[in-house]
């Protein structure tokens, strides 16, 4: 069973190691860094051309088991095949028993059955698939939403980077400046009550007369602008500056409105967190967002994986084949990039409490549209799921993988505290083509 | 210093002015490590090194030109900087440097000794420096390919185990052995996934082989174990890329003898980049910048500071005035880094940051006024007094030490009334200025009904020793020690054993109902106690870090634990607690995070701490006097504004810097400047939010602007980033938008029909403590043309106020 401590978000892997780096830090002392870094850091990186225009991350929280999702074992002995049955896919593959309608859209989808780390405990796994990089004690790294957040910014009038519904570990800015944070929603859609605060002005305040404070608010401000430079005060600036277009903007306030769908549509992906939280992901992305995390379940089934998935992946099941279907038929899919990922997969052998322990050699991910081939199984693992056979696919490959997809150079340098220059993915990066379209 | 003066003149000579060079920095001091010798062997040595130090605060390694003798050369003799023994005896090992002169007591005992190699002392020791033992190699929790050590030989016996009679004859050859495979391995005269570690000529090789030769013999159980390990100098500023400076390091066992294992410990940097460190313990300066060196040996790890400067630089210390110990020895670091500090901010700025950090309100206009025509040179100091007597300063600690212990209901299990109490048992220490080692000492030795005694509930909050003893360490002490429950710490120098052994002091704690069946009471069961999962030993309480206190059967542990904790004896109390009051009033400890102290977590500046800690502890723990010293200094009063050298500083405290103003606070000075309380549940309509009593009362605002739950004792509970949802929520949410109009002042001006730039700048004095400049008021006054649109004016322009940077910044 796992231990309490080690999966708490205090377990001291977790907090800024920046404060650490920060005594070593140059930029302390007021003297410049070498004239080679600096050189390092003015490089040029070509940047590849973007399939993906955004990116939809669901990330399922606590490790989800492979076997019970996208990689069963069903020839394997009992021990390891686990309790669920099996779903052929469109495909002819095998998902499991509680995927039936992802089954029918397998065609549509590519999954990773050879996805392999080394971080076995939830704090390290999940700063590996949410950053792409391995945790390291003298830097935490940016989220890949706060890296395009970083490398893209805002477009249409909204926030480049959004969680639904509240901030997770690693979600955050890492040794980026606070300015590429993510907005959160603080509320979760498929509540009766759902609402994102604050984005309309407040009552008897019409359009001119912000307008009017804004010039006020802009006049009283800019002496103490003029003063000093800090980078709360530049995070505050960027915040206020994307208030105010998000603010301005009816298209861009009505993406967080999810009751303007038809109650025909959210019944259909599920009045339920799953449901509501990938129908507003997608209303997002289509209004302009880039990169929207998503979280959805407890996936850390130590015990009693059988009813756990039961109450679990159905609702899954159905919200994410309809999401791949809505945004194929509103002709989105191919200019999307839908990843589903998990800090780890489950140990091979059903535990003791009937439960499947965590489990880094070998698990899936699963990536649809964006440029990704459609009804592709890429790699597999081994016959009881516990090493990658066939084409192993490391962290530094997915996350150089999809950085390229979504157009960001992973091999490009950005300035982390004291001005020492980090490339994106700091494993060997290595595009795959294979799964490319 | 004759050859510095003749340089100086030379130049002079031949310069057409003298003032264009820099003055040759001088010799202002000399230290010589370490400060007494004991050689206990014949083949016992210890290594000498000259640190000089220079007008310009740099350092220079002078042990090569350091003049090194033995008073009694019968006695000791030496050879370049090392001295070694020859006969029993007492003697001084003479040093002189730039006409400074020193004498170290030698003391040799047992010179025609030559004592056997111990696996535990000399074999173990290789293991760590040839890194065969980290957590990548050997190390690791099933070994590597086949062979297993235990990590950094934190298990010598078992290491001894594995060498010797695990797969006999396979690792070690007693009849040659130079044949042993860990010796070809290592060698890499056999193939060796880790490569080739150390020649076959090498001390390390050699000293291996030297205990197989004979015989590779078990110790005995009384061999000496290593108690503590020292690092010299302690820190090193070099000037310019190549500059190099010697480390001595010596280790202190059991029996009370010591060795110098400058050549046998293990070196990393954290920053090699300003400064390598060589596996001989030599320093090499890179880029400029600060680094922070580490020496492991045994269980130990010591770190020096070292900071790098360029050598082509051309600074001059402005003289900056200093108005307590703080400033020198802020400067004395500045000095080093070649910064020069910011400017004193003007009396209206000090007057609101001080407000705001110590009474957690903005000051009225009125007195902002007052202060700027006072002529008082004292009055900044006079201020400082003034509101440290204040109630709402005691406000603010309580609010902290309520985040500290955790102050929060828990459905049924911590009702309010028992938060209530708590919190204001809390504040009346506060009130009556309590010494801190009082309330501490209270708090942890708590016996009783916690509804009769408040400070009880310091273990009904939390109720097992795990927990107590980890919050214990990380409330009083700063240390984070979990990692030491499941293996020992890898960053810092905490053990299994010390884990088990300090948690053994909350073993005897026995809960029973109360009278009332909703309180506890706490009291000394007299029994009881905490095994170690390795072994499963039942453990005796030991102070971190310190001795094993004597205690008798049945006597109440945690009594003991209070007079260690809070008291001189404890290394780490005065300087934790001043760095916690330290990091409120400038946004950043001299650790950071406060709760993080560990070796490879130095402080920023450790002679400010280490006298911050000594001054509050000669003090009686006297918390006003505490935050006296600090608000008084000219560090404290810095402007917020940069200059060319300390424009990236966010360590050395240069500059104010510029922080939120933290949720609870920034809520109550929007509620001062329009006068509409928030009624929060459980205190009266009208108190503050620095006043909630339950870490679970919460509004949308307070939540957003991160107030901390109280759900743990980290300090990451409480946050002041910045997000989209602050700036959302004050352009259009119900706390600044529903409160404006209410602003009593505000709709008495208008009703007065008062002048527009009378209105504004009453504005201006209650929030941001000043009258708006001529380019703001010739601005803004361009919205007052029509005399129906005034009132909105107003509003807007208090609207725009309180959204501005330079109101919800503290700066």
Same mark, same amino acid.
Request: aromatic fraction near 8%; glycine fraction near 8%.
């Given at each position: 069973m796992s231990n309490n401590w080690c999966n708490?978000?205090?377990?001291?892997?977790?907090?800024?190691r920046r404060e650490f780096l920060q005594v070593g830090a140059l930029g302390a002392l007021g003297l410049s860094l070498g004239d080679a870094l600096k050189l390092q850091a003015s490089e040029s990186f070509p940047t590849p051309k973007a399939k993906a225009q955004s990116v939809i991350q669901i990330y399922l929280p606590g490790g989800c088991a492979h076997q019970e999702t996208?990689?069963?074992?069903?020839?394997?002995p009992v021990e390891y095949r686990g309790p669920l049955g099996t779903v052929k896919t469109k495909t002819g593959e095998y998902f499991s028993q509680y995927m039936r309608r992802t089954a029918a859209i397998a065609d549509k989808i590519t999954v990773i059955r050879s996805m392999t780390h080394g971080e076995a405990a939830h704090e390290r796994g999940t700063h590996n698939m949410m950053t792409g990089n391995r945790p390291s004690p003298a830097l935490e790294y940016p989220s890949m939403g706060s890296v395009v957040a970083h490398e893209q910014g805002p477009r249409?009038?909204?926030?480049p980077y959004v969680i639904i519904p509240n901030q997770t570990r690693n979600s955050g800015t890492g040794y980026l400046?606070?300015?590429?944070g993510p907005f959160s929603?603080?509320?979760?859609?498929?509540?009766?009550?759902?609402q994102v605060r604050d984005l309309k002005l407040p009552s008897g305040i019409d359009d001119k007369r912000f307008d009017k404070r804004r010039n006020m608010r802009s006049i009283v401000d800019a002496h103490f602008s003029g003063l000093e430079k800090a980078d709360a005060l530049d995070g505050m600036d960027s915040f206020y500056q994307r208030a105010y277009s998000l603010i301005s903007s009816p298209e861009a306030r009505a993406a967080?409105?999810?009751?303007?769908?038809s109650s025909k549509i959210r019944s259909a992906y599920g009045m339920n967190q799953a449901g509501q939280r990938m129908l507003l992901a997608r209303r997002l992305v289509e209004a302009g967002v880039r990169y929207v995390t998503l979280t959805y379940g407890?996936?850390?089934?130590?015990?009693?994986i059988q009813r756990a998935m039961e109450r679990t992946l159905p609702s899954f099941d159905q919200a994410y084949a309809q999401l791949i279907t809505d945004l194929d038929q509103r002709g989105m899919l191919d200019n999307t990039l839908v990843l589903v990922t998990s800090e780890f997969g489950r140990t091979p052998k059903i535990n003791r409490t009937a439960g499947r322990d965590h489990w880094p050699k070998v698990f899936s991910v699963a990536m649809a549209g964006g440029g990704v081939k459609r009804g592709y199984i890429h790699g597999s693992s081994d016959p009881t799921g516990a090493?990658?056979?066939?084409k192993p696919f490391t962290v530094a490959q997915y996350a150089s993988t999809v950085f390229n997809m979504i157009?960001?150079?992973?091999?490009k340098r950005l300035d982390s505290p004291g001005g020492r220059p980090q490339a994106i993915?700091?494993?060997?990066p290595a595009l795959n083509n294979e799964i490319l379209a | 210093m004759t050859m510095n003066k003749l340089i100086v003149t030379l130049c002079g000579l031949t310069l057409?002015?003298?003032?264009l060079m820099a003055e040759a920095p001088k010799l202002v001091d000399v230290r010589v490590y370490p400060a007494d010798i004991h050689l206990s062997s014949k083949i016992d040595k210890q290594s000498i090194v000259v640190q000089g130090w220079y007008s310009d605060s740099t350092s220079k390694d002078v042990t090569a030109q350091a003049k090194l003798s033995v008073g009694d050369a019968k006695i000791a003799k030496s050879d370049s900087n090392w001295i070694t023994p020859l006969k029993d005896g007492k003697t001084v090992a003479k040093v002189s440097f730039g006409g400074r002169s020193f004498d170290l007591p030698v003391t040799v005992t047992n010179s025609s000794v030559t004592p056997a190699l111990s696996f535990y002392q000399d074999i173990v020791p290789v293991f760590t420096k040839a890194s065969c033992n980290t957590g990548g190699c050997h190390g690791a929790a099933s070994g590597k390919d086949g062979f297993m050590l235990s990590l950094f030989g934190y298990d010598p016996d078992g290491d001894y185990h594995r060498v010797?009679?695990?797969?006999?004859?396979?690792?070690?050859?007693?009849?040659?052995?130079?044949?042993s495979l860990i010796l070809e391995k290592g060698a890499g005269r056999v193939t060796h996934t880790?490569?080739?570690?150390?020649?076959?000529?090498?001390k390390l090789y050699q000293t291996v082989r030297a205990w197989i030769a004979d015989g590779a013999k078990k110790d005995p159980s009384t061999v000496a174990k290593v108690i503590g390990v020292e690092i010299y100098p302690v820190q090193a500023v070099l000037k310019g890329k190549g500059s190099t400076q010697k480390l001595t390091i010596r280790a202190k066992y059991s029996d009370g003898t010591d060795r110098d294992i400058s050549d046998m410990a293990a070196y990393i940097t954290n920053n090699d980049l300003a400064a390598d460190v060589k596996q001989d313990g030599t320093l090499v300066a890179g880029e400029p910048g600060e680094a922070f060196v580490m020496a492991r040996y045994d269980a130990f790890t010591v770190g020096a500071q070292v900071l790098v400067i360029p050598d082509t630089e051309n600074f001059q210390w402005p003289n900056t005035p200093e108005n307590n110990f703080v400033d020198t020895l802020v400067h004395n670091k500045l000095k080093k880094i070649r910064v020069t500090p910011s400017g004193l901010c003007d009396d209206k700025t000090f007057v609101r940051r001080a407000y705001i950090d110590i009474v957690g309100q903005l000051p009225k206009p009125d007195v902002v006024k007052a202060f700027v025509e006072?002529?008082?040179?004292k009055k900044r100091d006079k201020l400082v007094d003034e509101l440290i007597e204040r109630p709402e300063f005691n406000d603010i600690w309580v609010m902290k030490f309520a985040e500290l212990l955790q102050i929060r209901t828990d459905n049924n299990r911590f009702l309010y009334k028992s938060a209530y109490q708590y919190f204001e048992w809390l504040k009346e220490r506060f009130q009556e200025n309590m010494p801190l080692d009082d309330i501490v000492k209270k708090l942890i030795t708590a016996n009783g009904d916690t509804f009769v005694n408040p400070a009880a509930n310091f273990y009904k909050v939390e109720q097992t020793p795990l927990k107590l003893s980890e919050n214990t360490a990380q409330i009083?002490?700063?240390?984070?020690?979990?990692?030491?429950?499941?293996?020992?710490h890898p960053f810092d120098r905490w053990t299994m054993d010390d884990y088990y052994a300090f948690q053994a002091f909350f073993a005897q704690i026995g809960r029973k109902r109360g009278v009332d069946t909703r309180s506890s009471v706490v009291y000394n069961r007299r029994s009881g106690g905490v095994r170690h999962p390795v072994g499963n030993k039942d453990m005796k309480p030991k102070f971190l870090g310190a001795e094993v206190p004597e205690i008798k059967s049945g006597e109440d542990r945690r009594a003991i634990l209070a007079e260690w904790l809070?008291?001189?004896?404890?290394?780490w109390f005065a300087k934790n607690m001043a760095n916690v009051v330290w990091a409120h009033f400038f946004g950043k400890g001299i650790v950071e995070?406060?709760? /993080?102290? $560990?070796i490879s977590n130095p402080p920023s500046n450790p002679e400010l701490l280490a006298e911050l800690g000594k001054r509050f502890s000669d003090s009686k723990y006297n918390f006003r006097e505490l935050v006296a010293n600090i608000c008084k200094s000219r560090t404290y009063q810095l402007a917020a504004v940069s200059n060319e050298s300390n424009?990236?500083?966010?360590?050395?405290?240069s500059k104010g810097y510029i922080r939120r103003i933290r949720a609870e606070v920034l809520l109550d000075v929007i509620n001062q400047v329009t006068d509409a309380p928030d009624k929060f549940s459980g205190i009266p309509l009208g108190?503050?939010?620095?006043?909630?009593? /339950?870490? $679970?009362?919460?509004n949308y605002f307070l939540t957003t602007f991160g107030r901390s739950t109280?759900?743990?004792?980290?300090?990451?509970?409480?946050s002041i980033d910045p997000n989209l949802s602050q700036a959302l929520h004050l352009l259009n949410g119900s706390t600044v938008n529903g409160k404006l109009s209410r602003a009593p002042w505000l709709q008495d001006l208008i009703k007065k029909k008062a002048q527009p730039e009378d209105v504004v700048n009453e504005i201006y004095w209650r929030c941001l403590s000043r009258s708006a400049t001529d380019r703001e008021m010739a601005k803004l006054k361009?919205?007052?043309?029509d005399p129906k649109e005034y009132t909105n004016s107003y509003y807007d322009i208090f609207w725009a106020v309180l959204n501005s940077k330079e109101f919800f910044f503290n700066h």
């Open positions: 708490s978000p205090d377990h001291p892997w977790n907090p800024s996208w990689d069963p074992k069903f020839d394997a249409k009038n909204l926030p400046g606070s300015a590429y929603l603080g509320s979760d859609p498929a509540s009766s009550s759902f967080f409105d999810i009751k303007k769908e407890g996936w850390d089934m130590h015990g009693g090493e990658p056979e066939e157009g960001i150079n992973p091999e993915v700091t494993g060997e | 057409a002015s003298a003032s010797t009679r695990e797969q006999v004859g396979r690792r070690i050859n007693l009849a040659l052995p130079d044949d880790g490569g080739k570690l150390f020649d076959q000529d090498s006072n002529k008082d040179a009083f002490m700063g240390m984070r020690i979990q990692c030491a429950q499941c293996h020992n809070a008291s001189p004896r404890n290394p995070p406060v709760d /993080d102290v $560990r424009q990236l500083d966010t360590r050395n405290f108190s503050r939010s620095v006043e909630i009593v /339950d870490g $679970r009362t919460s109280r759900g743990s004792v980290c300090s990451c509970e409480v361009e919205f007052f043309t």
